[in-house]
């Protein structure tokens, strides 16, 4: 899951949320609502039925958006 979130920001199409949906067996956005609910995240997500990606502002700092959704993420 970790794998799938990293490589899924680092493109621009974003996370498939209904493939990631599907092969996690969860739902993406109830999964990580307390990461797309924060709104310190707002101009560095968008976020729609299909996916989830970065902003342009949001790839300058990938790496801390990745872990805020990492965090969640039980190991």
């Known amino acids: 899951m970790i794998e799938a979130?990293?490589?899924g920001l680092r493109q621009t199409r974003g996370i498939s949320i209904p493939d990631f949906n599907h092969r996690f067996a969860v739902d993406f956005q109830t999964f990580f609502q307390k990461v797309l609910s924060d709104p310190t995240l707002d101009a560095l997500l968008?976020?729609?039925?299909?996916?989830?990606?970065?902003?342009?502002?949001?790839?300058?700092v990938m790496n801390t958006v990745?872990?805020?959704?990492?965090?969640?993420?039980?190991?």
């Open 5 to 7: 979130v990293y490589l």
């Open 46 to 60: 968008e976020v729609d039925e299909k996916s989830c990606r970065l902003t342009p502002e949001g790839m300058l």
């Open 66 to 75: 990745v872990g805020r959704f990492v965090d969640v993420i039980p190991f």
